[in-house]
């Protein structure tokens, strides 16, 4: 979950979203160092905006670049848009949303009923995705190997927001998952004519 919450007493006229999705070798994205990701999870295709004043323009981006977002954040606030340096395209119903790498949901308010994110109201952008399994044609996916290992994958969204003030950018701590793990018994049984 994307979660922005207006707590001030102004009203916000336009929010941006961007994160790049887990992937090993993933960075924050205020102080460019590792997240500490070890694989990618693959994104499923129900992303979705939740509380909008009515009338909100929405604008879903999605990329597939390697290193999505990184080292954007201290130009987000003065371009008045996130991570310019990749190649977005707008989510349609043939985006293959496996393949995605960053997200940049933008919503502009003052096209809504109401002209605003006024004070104490709130929206969010909520999506799934699903740990995978490397393969031959995906080496991003999650170790396959035995003994498993407890393997983290982590987020981190910032947002670009502009109210009464200018704009501002925030960056709140990372959240993940993890592979779940667990002993696993084989039994042999030995049955038939020849069993002896």
């Known amino acids: 979950i994307l979660h922005l919450v207006n707590a001030g007493t102004t009203n916000i006229k336009s929010a941006q979203f961007f994160e790049q999705l ?11 160092n590792s997240r500490g990701s070890a694989y990618r999870p693959q994104m499923l295709d129900d992303l979705k905006v939740w509380g909008a004043p009515s009338g909100t323009t929405q604008k879903i981006e999605v990329t597939t670049d390697a290193n999505a977002c990184a080292g954007t954040w201290s130009t987000v606030a003065s371009a008045g848009t996130a991570c310019g340096a990749n190649t977005w395209t707008v989510a349609n119903a043939s985006t293959d949303w496996s393949k995605v790498t960053g997200l940049r949901v933008s919503l502009d308010f003052t096209t809504s009923t109401v002209g605003s994110l006024t004070p104490g109201t709130a929206t969010d952008v ?31 969204f910032g947002m670009l927001y502009t109210g009464a003030s200018g704009s501002k950018t925030i ?4 959240v993940g998952v993890h592979l779940r793990t667990g002993s696993l018994e084989v039994v042999k049984k030995v049955s038939g004519k020849a069993a002896e």
């Open 22 to 32: 887990p992937v090993n070798g993933d960075q924050y994205l205020v102080a460019g």
């Open 126 to 156: 909520t999506y799934s995705s699903k740990n995978q399994a490397k393969s031959s044609s995906d080496a991003s996916g999650a170790s396959v190997d035995a003994p498993a290992t407890d393997e983290f994958a982590w987020n981190q």
């Open 171 to 174: 960056a709140p701590n990372r």
